[in-house]
């Protein structure tokens, strides 16, 4: 489903020369759950970006279902992150000028999915339904606790159906239990869906759920024993 | 609806109150902008129909001379000549000269005007008498309201009108004549109220020293500011007349006309700028919007909308608030056009005298809106706007989602 292989960034600064990622690979088949645990600063959301198309590696090339990311032009690589990708952030964000409904709306606006607006609203509202959401479709997302905000977050990533949700600390803001709960809710969703998941995080109970834990350390990705 | 153009709309919804009020501050300016350019364009539009409207009320049309200061004999012929032009109205013989008007002592220097009493209705519009009325049989002569206070002479009155021949006729006497004041005329323009007395042809000869003939031949044409119409008029008298002089109404007054003209485009000229600087509200807002959006924009790029998708959105929010600017500034200045005397009035009371009636004569403000003049602001200003939108659009575009993103 995945395939980044020897993935290398770097970033320059002033006066100063960061290599974040020295040659990392990862492999992720269908369905599968991958946690990816490493210090602050070792280039956890970096690798995250470069594996969601978001941010071009200087060496290595990361494939979605067989298709390169980084050898097709920018628009091509938009298309592609907008039908197969689905993002999960820590920060929620949410557009705060839309309701609940019209934010999980969003990804299918693109137009990766080439359905009528009255389709891809019915599609929000199952999706919100799912999630536990159902009673709050109107609502503005400043109405929701955070907790519910990363429920619509999730709703939101699935409405293109992708094959790879990547999250980046979905439970980061979030509270032990109600990050319990998005948990579970990711979890389920990946499993009924058969989706594979890459999810960035510092805890080591979320990882112990995922299939496999990749470490980052020195730019480079190691299976965790 | 297109995603942009649903972006668009949803960053004008006021419930982001921060926004709303910027955005708001923004179309007020160009309301504000396109509304002044609207109003002194038909106030400055108003005063040059007023101008063309009593010039040629009280002026020939077009004005038939003899080159070289010579006479036109037999001026009735050439009349009736020149009234078979297709077009020409009216034609009316004229002698005018500088003469001097002497009541109880008080002295003016008007320019009478000789001419035939039945013709010179047809061509001279003096229908607003303000005593009397317009008799210039015999002995009789009529003059403006400007005039007849500064003489203090009421329609009844004799006037005495001394001949500018005296100054050159070395060994005849020409002796004053006595003329009735039969009619006070009120045209609503100091200059002709003032500066003119209209009596007959003969009188005029008879201050003149002349025995026949006329100086002018006055023409009033139909629409004469139908500029095409009117040119085939001219060139058709021209023809009709090759050896005298022809002058149009415009040639006549051409300086009052250009300076209107001048005055109009320079104050929409500078109006304009004042415009530029209420669409650079909008360019400030859609600067502040993308600072403040920088993680939205981040997001929809990640989400997979294409910086196509968030330049048209974001331009769209900009044309959106000018569009809307425009129009409430067109109805805007259509509600101040339409009350405008109440505001002056208004101004009047609070000791503010915009438009002083001994300075400018004018019981009310004249104005009219030419609707091409409308479309003309609308179309540039609306264009200023997309150009104006742009920049901050490009920016927004051009933001690299991860950089974006990462300004949490």
């Known amino acids: 489903m995945l395939e980044a292989t020897d993935l290398h960034k770097t970033y320059v600064l002033p006066h100063k020369r960061v290599d974040v990622l020295k040659g990392a690979s990862l492999s992720v088949g269908k369905g599968e759950r991958v946690a990816i645990v490493g210090r602050s600063g070792s280039g956890k959301s970096t690798l995250l970006h470069v594996l969601g198309g978001l941010d071009r590696p200087e060496v290595g090339e990361v494939r979605i279902d067989g298709q390169p990311l980084y050898a097709v032009s920018q628009r091509a690589r938009t298309a592609v992150r907008a039908s197969k990708i689905g993002f999960v952030f820590q920060s929620y964000h949410l557009l705060p000028e839309m309701d609940v409904t019209e934010n999980v709306m969003l990804p299918a606006m693109t137009g990766a999915l080439k359905i009528t607006r009255a389709q891809m609203r019915q599609r929000a509202l199952v999706l919100l339904e799912q999630v536990g959401l159902a009673d709050r479709a109107t609502h503005m997302p400043l109405e929701l606790s955070g907790g519910e905000q990363q429920r619509v977050a999730l709703a939101r990533a699935l409405i293109n159906e992708p094959a790879l949700i990547l ?15 998005i948990m579970e809710l990711l979890f389920g ?11 960035v995080t510092h805890s080591p109970e979320t990882a112990a759920l995922c299939d496999r834990v990749m470490e980052l350390a020195g730019g480079m990705l190691a299976a965790q024993t | 609806m297109p995603f942009s153009l649903f972006l668009a709309l949803k960053y004008l919804k006021p419930k982001r109150s921060f926004t709303s009020v910027v955005t708001l501050i923004s179309v007020i300016g160009v309301v504000l902008g396109v509304a002044i350019i609207i109003i002194v364009r038909a ?14 009320d009280f002026k020939p049309h077009i004005t038939v001379t003899a080159p070289s200061g010579g006479v036109i004999e037999k001026e009735e012929a050439v009349c009736q000549r020149l009234e078979q032009v297709p077009g020409v109205l ?3 013989p004229g002698l005018e000269t500088r003469v001097l008007v002497e009541h109880h002592r008080r002295v003016v220097a008007p320019l009478i005007i000789g001419t035939d009493p039945k013709r010179a209705k047809r061509v001279m519009k003096l ?3 303000a005593a009397g009325e317009f008799n210039i049989e015999g002995d009789s002569v009529v003059l403006g309201v400007d005039m007849a206070d500064e003489l203090g002479v009421m329609v009844g009155d004799n006037i ?3 001949s500018p021949m005296n100054l050159v ?12 004041v039969t009619g006070i005329y009120d045209s609503g323009q100091r200059d002709f109220d003032s500066g003119f007395i209209i009596t007959s042809i003969a009188v005029a000869r008879d201050l003149m020293g002349m025995r026949s003939g006329v100086y002018s031949i006055h023409l009033k044409v139909q629409d004469p500011q139908n500029t095409a119409k009117f040119k085939k008029i001219v060139s058709d008298v021209r023809m009709l ?13 051409s300086q009052l006309f250009n300076a209107l003209a001048v005055e109009k485009n320079m104050m929409v000229i500078l109006l304009m700028f004042i415009t530029v600087v209420a669409i650079f509200c909008v360019t400030n807002t859609l600067i502040v919007l993308t600072v403040q959006k920088t993680d939205e924009i981040g997001l929809l790029k990640a989400l997979g909308f294409s910086s196509r998708q968030v330049m048209i959105a974001f331009v769209l929010h900009g044309w959106i608030q000018c569009l809307i600017g425009t129009l409430l500034g067109i109805g805007a200045a259509y509600l101040i056009l339409e009350n405008l005397q109440g505001l002056v009035s208004l101004l009047a009371r609070m000791g503010v005298e915009v438009f002083p009636k001994d300075v400018y004569g004018l019981a009310q403000i004249p104005w009219r809106v030419i609707p091409r003049e409308v479309a003309d602001v609308a179309i540039s200003v609306i264009l200023f706007c997309t150009v104006a939108s742009f920049l901050p659009a490009w920016r927004a575009a051009r933001m690299d989602p991860v950089t974006a993103l990462r300004k949490e």
């Not at chain 1, 969703?189 to 999810?199: E, K, T, Y």
Request: hydrophobic share 40%; with cysteine; aromatic share 10%.
């Open chain 2, 160 to 162: 005495l009108v001394y």
């Open chain 2, 241 to 253: 007349v090759p050896f005298y002089t022809v002058r149009t109404w415009q040639e006549i007054d």
């Open chain 1, 189 to 199: 969703l990946s499993c009924s869906r058969d989706l594979a998941l890459v999810m």
């Open chain 2, 90 to 92: 009216a034609a009316s």
């Open chain 2, 127 to 129: 229908d607003r008498m």
């Open chain 2, 43 to 56: 106030v400055m539009t108003g005063f040059g129909d007023m101008w063309h409207e009593k010039i040629l």
């Open chain 1, 167 to 181: 999250a980046d600390e979905p439970t980061g803001n979030l509270d032990r239990m109600t990050g319990a709960q």
């Open chain 2, 169 to 180: 006729a070395k060994n005849e006497v020409y002796l004053p004549e006595r003329l009735k």
